[in-house]
């Protein structure tokens, strides 16, 4: 697509979401989708993001306040359990961390190149003074 | 059908605001955003009185500028209605933005200007200074002459402009006060047969397709921008004229009443004639009669279509003319004019070509008379006497104060 010519693209300064036709859009799981290649989900832009978010499930609630307070669509929650992060569309803006409300936090940001298996060996206790 | 039909006389004494309006009621325009000004404000106004009358099916959205009017048009239209506004000066120059956007993203907007002079100093008459803001705007733009122009222009817009090959926007012009305000008998079409004329709406890639979900409007920098302009540009020069023709040829058959793309009056062996749009070639054409009666082979030659600029025809039309004056009734800004600068592009590689000499009229509503024709057709015949241009290229008629002219 990156190298057609003016006489290659459906006129009108207009993109498809989805190959072909859709029904049951609400229905349907995003990563069962048919988006096409000029849907911004297929496209990454993990790379506008400098600090990550890393998820802990050992102390999540499934609450979905990450979920719901997430600007960009990048908690990936099925079911009503937090299961992940989209790391492709996540710019790392932290709300998610500012808004989880467990002691330690399920969710806590790191630098992009910190290791995540390293840091949730050494995840932070429960915070006493909290109480 | 959920509305009710009207009933016409074959003719009507209408003026060119009213009968562009009837054009947009017969149309059945499922949406109208704007925002009034003189001397455009009767259209929407019209349109807005037969849809609280029930006879029109639609939508007519107030908003707070021309700006809003021309944003809410494309909203609309994207979504896959039939959209049309009317707009005049200074209206038409807040809408400019918005108007390289419809045509960018090729939704069949229709848009009645009714020429006006643009400010400073303030002024609410008739000049072409808004036409010529919009002509590099990628709209198509018809030129009606006369009330019956005004309506007829309106359904052949958009039979042109709806078009799936086509798909560009398309301004139907005619002259503040001079045709908007003036009655006139007009011809009318009854609702049926003007409906016919242009069909039920086909809508493509509209927003209210759900099963097919698009993004207009998107974003493309260096790599896809040139693309875009490209092919918009192509369709413009190469899809445009065809079928205009087609429709007409479509709407004579249907009413008798034959538009040209380039309008022709006493040109088979003219020697002299005068180029001009708008009102004034109606006086043009009773002043070359006249000049006929005098000795002098006096023609006229109306732009109907001006963008896309119908080089070709223009060349067909004034073969064997010896002398040429364009008419450029906006103020040129330190250039010859556009209606100079297009004629010399169309003639100059031409073999033969005619004395070609320009002249600004008109601005701000001032009167083109019959006197100033009569002695621009005589300063065309001395040219080619001549043999050779005899004035300046460049002159302004109808001013007060020491003769002006450059080049």
Redesign the interface.
């Known amino acids: 697509m990156a190298n057609t010519g003016w006489d290659e693209f459906e006129i009108g300064a207009m993109l498809r979401t989805f190959d072909g036709k859709i029904d049951d859009i609400a229905g349907t799981l995003q990563e069962d989708r048919a988006y096409s290649q000029n849907s911004s989900f297929v496209a990454s832009v993990a790379d506008w993001r400098l600090k990550k978010p890393v998820f802990n499930k050992d102390f999540c609630i499934d609450c979905q306040f990450c979920w719901i307070y997430c600007p960009d669509i990048s908690i990936i929650s099925r079911d009503k359990k937090m299961i992940g992060i989209d790391m492709d569309h996540c710019k790392g803006c932290g709300i998610c961390v500012e808004v989880c409300p467990t002691n330690p936090k399920s969710l806590l940001m790191f630098s992009e190149q910190a290791d995540e298996e390293a840091e949730l060996a050494q995840w932070p206790a429960k915070d006493e003074k909290e109480k | 059908m959920a509305f009710d039909k009207m009933e016409l006389r074959d003719i009507e004494v209408w003026d060119g605001n009213f009968a562009a309006a009837q054009a947009l009621r017969q149309c059945q325009i499922d949406v109208v955003a704007a925002y009034p000004i003189t001397p455009s404000t009767p259209i929407v106004e019209g349109y807005a009185k037969f849809l609280s009358d029930n006879y029109v099916e639609g939508e007519f959205v107030m908003v707070e500028s021309e700006h809003a009017a021309m944003s809410g048009c494309i909203g609309a239209a994207a979504a896959g209605g039939r959209v049309a506004t009317a707009t005049s000066s200074q209206g038409f120059a807040l809408m400019v933005e918005t108007l390289y956007q419809a045509s960018?993203?090729?939704?069949p907007i229709v848009l009645n200007v009714v020429n006006r002079a643009l400010a400073a100093p303030l002024n609410v008459n008739g000049d072409h200074s808004d036409m010529y803001l919009g002509r590099d705007s990628g709209w198509i733009q018809f030129d009606a002459y006369s009330p019956q122009g005004a309506y007829d222009l309106n359904f052949i817009a958009f039979k042109v402009a709806e078009d799936h090959d086509v798909?560009l926007p398309a301004m139907v012009h005619q002259d503040g006060f001079m045709t908007s305000h003036t009655a006139q008998g007009v011809k009318t079409m009854t609702d049926d047969v003007a409906f016919n004329f242009v069909g039920e709406y086909k809508p493509m890639?509209d927003m209210l397709d759900f099963?097919?979900?698009?993004?207009?409007?998107?974003q493309?920098e260096e790599?896809w921008h040139?693309?875009?302009k490209?092919?918009?540009h192509?369709?413009m020069m190469t899809k445009v004229m065809p079928k205009i023709q087609a429709a007409f040829d479509d709407f004579e058959k249907l009413t008798g009443r034959k538009y040209n793309i380039v309008e022709r009056y006493d040109m088979d062996d003219a020697d002299v004639a005068v180029i001009c749009m708008g009102s004034s070639v109606e006086t043009a054409r009773e002043v070359a009669t006249e000049m006929r009666a005098k000795g002098i082979k006096a023609g006229v030659v109306g732009l109907r279509v001006i963008r896309p600029f119908p080089f070709f025809e223009i060349q067909e039309a004034l073969k064997g003319v010896k002398a040429i004056a364009t008419l450029d009734r906006s103020a040129p800004g330190g250039a010859p004019g556009m209606m100079f600068n297009e004629m010399a592009g169309a003639l100059f590689n031409e073999a033969e070509r005619p004395l070609l000499s320009g002249y600004v009229y008109g601005l701000g509503g001032r009167d083109l008379t019959k006197k100033h024709l009569v002695d621009l057709y005589t300063e065309l015949q001395a040219n080619v006497d001549a043999g050779k241009v005899t004035t300046q290229l460049q002159q302004f008629i109808g001013v007060r104060g020491p003769k002006l002219a450059f080049l």
């Open positions: 960018g993203m090729r939704l798909r890639n099963e097919h979900p698009v993004t207009h409007g998107v493309t790599d040139f693309e875009h490209a092919r918009q192509n369709d």
